[in-house]
């Protein structure tokens, strides 16, 4: 039976900060994406990561996405993508991996896509997303064995990942690849499934105000962002789910389209509102 | 007798989003223009795009646009129009095409729109705007036979077009050169008017804090955003005009002069405050 | 004896739009420098012009400026400064150019100050500000002789153009050069003066907060914006210098320091509030 | 014993500016850092220092972060880090200099830093942080000793230039260090401590919210605008210290996280209520 994502899950997730933290506590947070083409993609999922309070942002992309990254974010440091020298050491030394937004599917890409997959090591969440699980699927590679892998397509993807047509997506069928994955699968749809430790959850947001470009980059660098600063990595993730739709809803009740980057901004005060409470600390 | 376009085609136009769509529901949009010179053009048609709400929004632009491309817009995905190779697929798939905001009329910018041309087919939607207007009158070109045409020409582009002198420009001549072009057309000046399907319609707003460059760029993306969203292309390009003009006048209470950008900044929630009522879902 | 510029002067000088009016009516205005080093001098100035309610904007700057440009300025036509070909036709045919921000003083920038003042003609106002003053000085060169001229310099700028040492500046000794070049000259200080047609103006506002790298930059964008729409072109120049701290004095009301690029944003709520009254129309 | 940093010293330090002042008025500062992989660090910073008021701000850094630069500040003056022939004689003319946020520590980076200490002179305050901290300590380098110096270490940055490692870092072992260097040491923590001639201060403000990339690099350039302006350097330091907690303490009040150029964005209005009270004067 299918849990509903509610409310509740935000105060359980969303810690008050401790007084003498520093911007270790809260995580090295690496995204890599964004080619020549589709650069926006990997700058819309920083935005999330740097917006919902990760520690420290590392984004890995084309280097014609470099002045436009600092543009929408001073805050995140830039590597060039075809420079996996400078990459690897800042991928291995990453709490949180972000790889897929406007990733692409040429040759760089796979092997971006390859060498994380290798050097993926334990106490690593890696979440797989975008080009990255058109890749996955049609190169038939093996998830890394160590780090715990958050995959998040939405319908078409999931159905090139798992094998099962989107008419046939279903709970029991999702559940029984999501287990052989061992991984948390977030199909992203008008009402977000999530699958986790045998589980299925089911979001209780969204609007067709959200049905816009950027939307799942936004989402997979929210997740990054909560998996990042969070300790429960699955609780984590149904908080970036719940809170991604819960402000596109609240934005929607003005707006006829909601943005990506609408979202990212309205983070910081969504997160003040909706954190553990002070008397339950 | 000329038909007054009035509030009233906004809410039979912009439909309440259905609950289960997705960006594809939205269409998807290209956007071609933009040389070294003229890259605001393209940047403000797109940003119009994508404010009215367009699913998936391609730029096909000079490669020196990329930049300011993603910084006001990350949503939308950049293509070099120099590589027609990549760009010729994204042209065909797409439901519509905007092409001329900021083109320009050297070679690359002829071959783009004679390319253009070739490859519109059967339901699409061809917005041609600006500099291709001036290349189709000047090198004779003929409009697609399969797509659907809407031209925007300001007076002076009209004339070029139509070889009816601005001093000459009336309902009834305006109407003979519409229907041998088969297009519904787009006369841009102090009250717009547009000729479609053998009626002429007039736009009621409008003001001069408007008179700024910029503006006509606006529109056409608008148009595309409207078309690529919405059944009903008349009824579509009508409200576009429509809301163009509405949200100048809101901002000219208070405004010596109207920016383009503010009028698609604004579109988000003016679409919101004029869709399909409730009441009539 | 000098006359106090006061808030009368707004109302005289900012009309009412007509309402068939497009964008033509208000000018074309060309901006030209910014070199690699200076490149916000020319934004701020074009950012000026442009928020002022120039129609038609084109600014003629190094290259390496032209992303920058259109991420302030998408409004704005971008010429690279090293290519005078195309440049030229474009500065021909403008009502107004202003040429010094950022211009700097190697040898690109004294050619396009010379070839500048060698295609000035009639009926087109040339607005000198900043290096362009300083080359004009170091190199003895002689004003265009048909162009309306109007020179923005500080004070050091004017003890270059003028040889009256700072200290020796008072009305009767600006005059009397001003006289000599027939030109209109804006001494900018903490009480900008301006010397026009044998007459010497003070202005009555302005603010500390206003000392910052910039802002003689926006003010000449400004005057350039106010010439291109206003018949009199000394009543204009008067208004934009009172317009200009105007604003200032407005934010400084609650700011320690006003950036320049605040000044032109708030200028089309200015400019309404402050225009022909309706019962004067 | 150490001293409380409070309120008071903000009205002590923020002095009305006199109505006659222009932009030298304010100081010249120079900001050297941002390599190709770290290019925001040095845009907060040199936001901070333009947003706090300084008169003219000249940013050097690599030639990839020009655009960036300009996009957020077109106030700010461009040099690229690897021409030292131009960029020689504006850090010998500042009044304030500021090294080290973004740098990084290759080649480039310590030459700049090594040319950069033989140039410092009396007159001039020389605020040394982040990679730069890192280099003099890793390189075994000697402080200028004209120039006023301030250190700006966080706790593993003034290990490596104290040699006292983090667990022994209290105020008796610090200040030993800081007279040996005969610096200002900023030594950045939950609660920064000061250590200024022979005294020892600590903040009272401060927030968890900040604890973000990026937050160093804003406090080094807002310590470098407050000492570009105002005359007591040890004041200043101290004031520009309390002012970036305080903004953030505010912010954090409805936000989770506060973003670093959002601190830089508060200044003006900040400042302004903050300054030497219109009684005192």
Chains 1, 2, 3, 4 share one sequence.
């Not at 993926?120 to 890696?126: D, E, G, I, V, Y």
């Not at 590679?141 to 160590?146: A, G, R, T």
């Not at 809170?243 to 980057?261: E, F, G, R």
């Not at 983070?267 to 008397?279: H, I």
Request: proline share 4%; aromatic share 6%.
């Amino acid at each position: 039976m299918m849990k509903e994502i509610t409310k509740n899950i935000l105060t359980k997730v969303i810690r008050k900060r401790p007084a003498d933290s520093f911007k270790g506590t809260y995580g090295k947070i690496v995204l890599i994406g964004g080619n020549r083409n589709f650069g926006g993609a990997i700058i819309m999922a920083s935005l999330a990561a740097v917006c919902s309070g990760a520690g420290l942002v590392t984004t890995i992309t084309d280097p014609t996405n470099q002045t436009s990254l600092h543009d929408w974010l001073p805050e995140a440091m830039f590597v060039d993508y075809n420079d996996f020298e400078t990459a690897s050491p800042i991928i291995k030394g990453a709490d949180v991996i972000v790889i897929g937004p406007g990733l692409g599917t040429d040759n760089i890409a796979l092997s971006l896509l390859t060498k994380t997959f290798e050097v993926a090591h334990t106490n690593q969440t890696l979440i797989i997303d975008g080009s990255a699980l058109t890749l996955l699927a049609h190169n038939h590679l093996s998830l890394p064995k160590s780090s715990l892998n958050i995959l998040t397509p939405h319908q078409m993807e999931w159905q090139r990942v798992s094998g099962i047509e989107i008419a046939d997506q279903n709970p029991t069928a999702n559940q029984r690849i999501a287990d052989q994955l061992k991984a948390i699968i977030v199909v992203k749809s008008h009402r977000t499934e999530v699958y986790a430790n045998g589980k299925v959850y089911q979001n209780t947001g969204g609007t067709p105000a959200q049905a816009t470009g950027g939307m799942g980059d936004t989402l997979a660098g929210l997740i990054g962002g909560f998996t990042a600063q969070f300790e429960n990595k699955t609780a984590a993730t149904l908080a970036a789910v719940y809170t991604h739709s819960a402000i596109a809803d609240k934005l929607a009740k003005k707006q006829y389209v909601v943005l990506p980057h609408q979202i990212s901004e309205a983070l910081p005060k969504f997160m003040f509102k909706n954190q553990e409470s002070k008397n339950d600390n």
